[in-house]
């Protein structure tokens, strides 16, 4: 049996992750490292060249290896059409503005080339050969710059509803997402939403803070929580609320057999996720649903793949 070669493109709001997936195998090149996406001035033609550079550089490896590429697959946040190809105005990569990636690329190369949601394509890498294994209804939450979330209901990708921007209830509390709406999931709970918090507990001004320390929080809170300081401890607490309400209305609302949290906000952190867990205790009034941290290092680029092969079926 011949596997596809499929070239996948993971675009965080903080960095692009280049990777080659052949059949259920994932391959990184240490020579084609993450580009970072902060501060660099990020428009549609930086986001193509940046792109289109670590392509090159991957099928420049893959050529010389005598193997030929099957598609290239991207995964990129927020607002998108995955049917035209266009990333639409994402609010988390400012300056990307109606990019017509797909047919761009496709120029470029002369291969097939696929665009889906990251949180989407992860649910789906979970779902495939991570923590979701096994189950017919999914939902999959990333913390990081935004909130983003993937549905899967009876084993099909629902790729309609960004749960992270949905409204939810935080008491005496009014905050403004980044769409531009009220007191939705993501004001509170992605990397902006954290570093407010913190703001708040600390005794600092939101507005002072640099990009970069506002993605550093996250680490600062997960050391300082284990290392028993009272401040840590208190975010640690608050935001754990937060997602614990979220959580709760996600449960309501989707009925899924089991929620996979993933990105960077709580990436390997036990305790923020026991910690939210009794906070959803709480305020659930339905049975106990499972609630796991993902397992897959690259889920984002295992997606994709994995929505490139079913589209090439399709072919």
Same mark, same amino acid.
């Given at each position: 049996?011949?596997?596809e070669?499929?070239?996948?493109v993971?675009?965080g709001?903080?960095?692009v992750?280049?990777?080659?997936v =052949? ?17 660099? +001035? ?6 193509? =060249?940046i ?9 420049? /490896? ?23 190809? /266009? ?6 990569l ?19 080339v696929f ?18 294994? +096994?189950?017919?209804? /999914? ?15 009876d ?6 509803? %960004?749960?992270?921007?949905?409204q939810?209830?935080?008491?005496? %509390? ?42 550093? /929080? ?17 975010? %640690?607490?608050k935001?754990s609320e ?6 709760? %209305?996600?449960?309501?609302?989707n ?7 993933? +990105? ?18 709480k305020?659930? =009034?339905?049975? =106990?649903v499972?609630?796991v ?23």
């Amino acid at each position: 049996m011949i596997k596809e070669t499929i070239i996948t493109v993971d675009i965080g709001a903080s960095k692009v992750h280049f990777a080659v997936v =052949e059949g259920n195998n994932l391959i990184e090149y240490s020579e084609i490292p993450q580009v970072g996406l902060v501060n660099i +001035g990020l428009d549609n033609q930086k986001l193509l =060249e940046i792109i289109s550079g670590g392509v090159k550089k991957i099928i420049s /490896i893959l050529t010389k290896q005598k193997e030929t590429v099957s598609a290239i697959s991207i995964g990129s946040p927020g607002s998108l059409d995955s049917a035209t190809g /266009i990333i639409q105005n994402p609010p988390n990569l400012k300056g990307v503005i109606n990019f017509p990636i797909v047919d761009e690329l496709k120029k470029l190369f002369d291969v097939l080339v696929f665009l889906l949601n990251d949180a989407d394509a992860a649910a789906l890498g979970e779902g495939w050969l991570g923590a979701g294994q +096994g189950f017919k209804d /999914i939902v999959y939450i990333t913390l990081s710059s935004g909130v983003g979330s993937g549905i899967i209901k009876d084993g099909k990708l629902q790729n309609k509803r %960004e749960l992270g921007h949905e409204q939810f209830v935080v008491r005496d %509390e009014q905050r403004t997402c980044s769409c531009g709406e009220s007191n939705h999931a993501e004001a509170f709970l992605g990397t902006n939403g954290l570093a407010e918090t913190s703001a708040q507990i600390m005794g600092t001004k939101f507005s002072d803070m640099k990009t970069e320390d506002r993605y550093k /929080i996250s680490i600062e809170m997960r050391k300082g929580a284990s290392n028993g300081d009272e401040k840590w401890l208190a975010l %640690e607490d608050k935001y754990s609320e937060h997602l614990g309400i979220f959580l709760n %209305e996600v449960i309501t609302n989707n009925r899924p057999q089991i929620i996979i949290l993933g +990105g960077g906000i709580i990436q390997e952190n036990t305790r923020l996720l026991n910690k939210t867990k009794q906070h959803l205790k709480k305020f659930s =009034e339905t049975e =106990e649903v499972p609630i796991v941290l993902a397992k897959l290092k690259n889920p984002v680029n295992l997606g994709v793949a994995k929505y490139a092969l079913e589209q090439l079926k399709r072919n």
